[in-house]
């Protein structure tokens, strides 16, 4: 039903229009009560026209292919919104909720084409609403599209971390081991053949038993400080992988109530098709 002109007064979008202005738009914008938890319209359904919160409270959000709700923004009083599928006439790309008893105003093309003709300074609130709107999307998307592993956790580690992450890989390579066979080789032949009684480590080559003791301790502690990091690494590509794996689950489960809406649609115009055909016949006769 119409609205009342004085529910224009204090919208902002209305605020440069005068008496007369507001008197002839609320000729031909409608005002739709809605009761609390009502939902307005959802993410997919066609978009011919805007909303501008009355009183109340609308959410409008969407979901994320891993099934979690994303609240892009909440409308209350002269709050604009729904206007991105008026103008495209795409399909709407979120859902809107009423989170209170709620008193909208509804928009179609024509009223917004009426109240540019009367006021085109109005088109500047509509940008300013679709900007608004661009702007958590942009900031959504960077902050909610699949992690890189190796970029996360190369922002987290520490220099002392690089160091143990190095002397683990050294450790169990092969020029490691060549060192060290190399270094036990000159070792034990300089303190028995080489230097004989002047030996200064003689068998049972104590000092290289201490020195290669404190080695293997310094080595374990750096191999665990990098064992437990690569754990944390695997914890965080664990939790990728489930995330990329409900994603593709629930990307599917869309895909086939895509696939059930087209064909109930389909069955649909094939009955009236078929009663229309069948009602022919007998109009003839």
């Not at 004085?6 to 440069?16: A, Q, V």
């Not at 580690?157 to 890989?169: E, G, N, P, T």
């Not at 593709?248 to 078929?274: G, W």
Request: aromatic share 8%; with cysteine.
């Amino acid at each position: 039903m119409p609205c009342d002109p004085s529910f224009l007064n204090g919208i902002k979008m209305f605020e440069l229009l005068n008496e007369d202005d507001r008197i002839a738009l609320a000729k031909v914008v409608d005002e739709l009560s809605l009761p609390q938890g009502h939902t307005l319209f959802q993410a997919g359904d066609p978009g011919d026209s805007l909303f501008i919160v009355q009183s109340g409270a609308i959410e409008l959000f969407i979901k994320d292919t891993a099934g979690q709700k994303i609240v892009l923004t909440t409308a209350e009083s002269g709050d604009m919104f729904g206007e991105l599928a008026m103008l495209d006439t795409g399909p709407r790309t979120a859902t809107a909720v009423a989170m209170a008893d709620t008193e909208v105003l509804v928009l179609d093309r024509d009223d917004l084409v009426l109240l540019f003709q009367r006021k085109p300074e109005s088109a500047l609130h509509m940008l300013a609403a679709l900007s608004g709107l661009t702007r958590k999307a942009d900031e959504l998307l960077r902050t909610r599209v699949s992690r890189n592993l190796n970029e996360e956790m190369e922002t987290k580690v520490s220099f002392l971390q690089r160091i143990a992450d190095w002397l683990a890989w050294f450790s169990g390579s092969m020029p490691f081991l060549i060192s060290h066979t190399v270094w036990f080789f000159i070792w034990i032949s300089l303190n028995t053949v080489i230097l004989g009684q002047r030996a200064f480590d003689p068998f049972p080559f104590g000092l290289l038993t201490m020195i290669v003791s404190l080695e293997a301790i310094f080595l374990a502690c750096f191999v665990l400080i990098s064992q437990n990091r690569q754990a944390e690494k695997d914890k965080v590509r664990a939790d990728i992988e489930y995330e990329v794996n409900i994603k593709a689950e629930l990307e599917v489960a869309h895909l086939h109530e895509k696939t059930d809406r087209i064909y109930e649609k389909m069955m649909s115009r094939f009955t009236k098709l078929e009663k229309s055909l069948g009602a022919s016949p007998t109009n003839e006769s």
